[in-house]
């Protein structure tokens, strides 16, 4: 296994040296971003070659023509000699599709560096928590970019993707996000339709993400402390952002959309009942957040896996004048209307909308939206950890929070204790309190005449 370590580049201030290094690199770039648009074979690669990774490569590379699978990286070998086998029979990348060879599958810590060396677009499906990372390296190398959701899971990790995000406008390179459901045809038009105003005005937002638990991988004894973190990734927060960022941010981005706005505030509980063992290391498996948006109109957000319980992933908003369900493309009330047509694969559609704005020279790029986005579910996660009520503004704008290890390297690496709230801090290392809870006034004993009543 390749032990080269990495460190940490979040933990340096973010802002005017990244800007910097973004300017000194862009004309150097430009070049390439030209060669990518006008060749007529685009050339991708993985990095996380994880059951998401598999379906998005696979995805890609069927959306449209000209599209070459060229390499593949895991932080572990074994995954990628796992995954090449397996591509290499598939039947959807039959014919020129499929041009990975041995020398192009790399593992160990700069997997992601060499992939994006090899390639015209990178698919990063690697745990969330090294996204800001891989997304500004292949930015800076002049790649484009699919990123799955979330992108980030601190708000030092999302300040680090909108800087990633204006140097991708600067230098003409796509990043899409994996929010499949803005390219869901039915759902982009029941969004329309909300605000071109078939509900009326926005009074109430509903949103579930309720399901049962999902894998685990026993340790094995060699494993270290960081291998058994970054391969059972989904239960450490500074990996996934807990469950409620990983999976929920789906229908936070929905909310986001329909209301063209993030939210203003929002406050939260939650905890884990069902999922106590230490072999899940430090996420929860129970949320529900308030969140306020502009106008103080509430969204009601819950998130749950436990097995045995009731499951629903739905989102619902209600308007002074219906209700629309966006992923079933549906209105009821006053406009009552259903989606009709065939919906095309939103998992493929995703891709084709990338590359075809590659080829027209007119790259989307959904870096500050998916920020905001992840952001809005992180901001969701620290009012619960915590207990308290924490502005959007803040939170994007002031919190410190950042939960990257400062080196990444295999050997130890303990991580915070599970959040208990009123103790876990909101803020550390002698940050300023945005809003600090006023402390309990001690009962005034009841004076004697009054107490004789
Ligand atoms: N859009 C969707 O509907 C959807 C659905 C499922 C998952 N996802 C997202 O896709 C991502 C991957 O999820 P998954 O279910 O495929 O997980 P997975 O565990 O199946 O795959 C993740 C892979 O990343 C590898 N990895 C770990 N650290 C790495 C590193 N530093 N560099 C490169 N690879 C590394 C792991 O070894 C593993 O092979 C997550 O962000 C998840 O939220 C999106």
């Given amino acids: 296994m390749n032990s080269s370590a990495s460190t940490n580049p ?34 991708i690669g993985l ?16 959306s449209s023509p000209g599209v070459q699978v060229w390499a593949l990286g895991d932080l572990f070998k074994d995954r990628v000699d796992g995954l090449y086998p397996r591509l290499k029979a598939m039947k959807d990348l039959e014919g020129d599709r499929f041009q990975v060879t041995p020398e192009r599958c790399f593992s160990g810590w700069d997997n992601a560096k060499k992939v994006i060396e090899n390639v015209d677009l990178v698919l990063l499906t690697e745990p969330p928590g090294f996204r800001p990372l891989h997304m500004r390296e292949a930015i800076q190398a002049g790649k484009h970019v699919f990123a799955e959701k979330p992108v980030a899971v601190d708000p030092a990790g999302v300040r680090h993707v909108i800087e990633t995000a204006k140097m991708a406008v600067e230098k003409g390179l796509a990043i899409v996000a994996g929010t499949q459901t803005r390219h869901q045809a039915s759902a982009v038009e029941t969004i329309k ?6 509900i009326g005005d926005l009074r109430l937002g509903q949103c579930y993400f309720l399901t049962g638990e999902l894998w685990y991988h026993q340790p094995k004894p060699e494993w270290s402390e960081m291998e058994n973190q970054c391969r059972n990734w989904y239960y450490y927060t500074w990996l996934s952002g807990d469950h409620i960022v990983e999976q929920h941010v789906h229908q936070h981005d929905l909310m986001n959309w329909a209301f063209q706005a993030t939210p203003v505030k929002c406050v939260g509980t939650g905890g884990r009942q069902t999922r106590t063992d230490p072999k899940w290391g430090n996420i929860w498996d129970h949320f529900a957040i308030e969140y306020e948006y502009p106008g103080g ?48 694969d939103p998992s493929v559609q995703e891709h084709a909308d990338l590359i075809a704005s590659i080829r027209a020279g007119k790259p989307i790029n959904d870096g500050r939206r998916i920020a905001e986005t992840s952001m809005t579910s992180v901001l969701g996660r620290m009012a619960a950890y915590t207990g308290r009520e924490i502005s959007f503004k803040w939170g994007i704008e002031s919190s410190k929070l950042n939960l990257l290890p400062p080196k990444l390297e295999f050997g130890p690496n303990p991580v915070d204790p599970v959040a208990m709230p009123g103790v876990t801090p909101l803020v550390r290392d002698g940050e300023a309190d945005p809003n600090p809870p006023r402390p309990r006034q001690p009962k005034q004993p009841k004076k004697a005449a009054e107490a004789k009543k």
């Fill in 10 to 43: 979040i933990s340096s201030p973010l802002g005017s040296a990244a800007a910097a290094s973004a300017a000194a690199i862009l004309a150097g770039s430009l070049s390439r971003v030209a060669h990518a648009a006008g060749s007529d074979i685009l050339k």
């Fill in 47 to 62: 990095v996380g070659c994880g059951g998401r990774g598999t379906a998005d490569l696979v995805n890609c590379a069927k």
């Fill in 193 to 198: 339709r909300v605000h071109d105003g078939a």
């Fill in 297 to 344: 109109v509430r969204v009601i957000s819950l998130c749950r896996q436990a097995n045995g319980t009731a499951q629903r992933v739905d989102t619902v908003l209600v308007g002074s004048k219906g209700v629309a369900f966006p992923a079933n493309g549906k209105i009821t009330g006053e406009k009552a209307w259903s989606y009709e047509k065939e919906v095309p």
